[in-house]
């Protein structure tokens, strides 16, 4: 048994500077990295839109720096995943691959993935054509022909992003109805350079070995281009959490600002916010959710 003043669960954005914030208020926390270290966004291959970095940083670099700034803040790590917990006593049990740790405070930080097509070539040409994320790869499809795949308010706003910057969208959607909301719709339908495919299906992603050129359609076509980019929502990594805080339907952490339905345990980044899937907003989180840790733990 490990036992703990404040343990982190996560190291992507929200959990390390969570860290470094709560090492610097003395509060020596633990951070469980999990089995990916640096979270989702060392798979990116080049961020341009996190402060500080006048040119692109690839998202493994971006992670190692954060990584190191928190082992100098005094952050120490365990390379575990958490399997289990018990926070019904006033100190929380954590139950994981390796170890068992016991903690008077935990914030969770353990993030959301991309929830993938599984098509044929997609993961050949995942980061390499295909993204999960129009803000932060659009850019690189600048003036090029893109193509954005889902129905819902996520799948929108991404056509109405990339549609400033790229010479055609094509939406591509499985239904003859779009969910996401009315507003985002029209701003779709009133975009000249956006084509809409509705009642269609990728069947398969293309390309020469290196990058995506193609998508192979249900409705027979062979559609060319730079980009594809899958928005049919996240997965977060919350199935542990189950019966312990209170979730969503979709499994998100239901929060007030950064508190959760049990005191003394917080949460920070993407596995509490199905909107905005971006590094900098799970950091500021993570700031907000070490000094609520500290507020807790010296009250």
């Known amino acids: 048994?490990?036992?703990?003043n404040l343990i982190i669960v996560g190291s992507g954005p929200a959990g390390l500077t969570a860290g470094i914030y709560a090492a610097r208020a003395g509060l020596s926390p633990l951070v469980i990295e999990g089995m990916l270290s640096g979270g989702q966004l060392t798979e990116t291959a080049e961020v341009e839109n996190f402060p500080g970095f006048a040119e692109s940083v690839s998202g493994l670099d971006l992670m190692t720096s954060m990584h190191a700034q928190a082992e100098k803040a005094?952050?120490?790590?365990?390379m575990d995943a958490i399997s289990s917990v018990d926070f019904?006593?006033?100190v929380r049990r954590l139950v994981g691959m390796v170890d068992t740790y016991e903690a008077k405070c935990v914030i969770i930080?353990?993030?959301a993935t991309p929830r993938w097509t599984g098509l044929p070539g997609e993961e050949l040409y995942k980061y390499h054509g295909i993204s999960s994320c129009a803000v932060c790869d659009g850019n690189f499809h600048k003036g090029k022909d893109v193509a954005v795949i889902g129905g819902g308010d996520t799948a929108l706003a991404d056509v109405i992003h990339l549609a400033k910057i790229c010479r055609c969208v094509t939406l591509i959607h499985r239904g003859d109805?779009?969910?996401?909301t009315k507003v985002l719709v029209d701003r779709v339908l009133a975009a000249s350079n956006v084509r809409v495919l509705k009642n269609t299906q990728v069947v398969s992603f293309?390309?020469?070995g290196g990058k995506l050129e193609s998508l192979t359609l249900s409705n027979g076509e062979t559609l060319s281009v730079s980009g594809a980019f899958v928005a049919i929502g996240h997965v977060p990594q919350t199935d542990f959490l189950?019966?312990?805080l209170d979730l969503d339907d979709e499994g998100y952490v239901c929060t007030n600002g950064v508190d959760t339905s049990v005191s003394g345990v917080f949460v920070a980044g993407d596995c509490a916010n199905p909107l905005y899937k971006q590094a900098?907003?799970?950091a500021s989180t993570g700031a907000q959710a070490a000094q609520q840790a500290q507020h807790y733990l010296e009250g």
Do not use: C, D
Request: proline share 0%; glycine share 22%; charged share 15%.
């Open 242 to 244: 189950k019966g312990s």
């Open 74 to 78: 005094g952050v120490r790590f365990a």
């Open 280 to 282: 900098v907003v799970a």
């Open 1 to 4: 048994m490990i036992n703990e």
């Open 109 to 111: 930080a353990t993030g």
């Open 206 to 208: 293309n390309g020469n």
């Open 88 to 90: 019904s006593g006033s």
């Open 177 to 180: 109805s779009f969910r996401g």
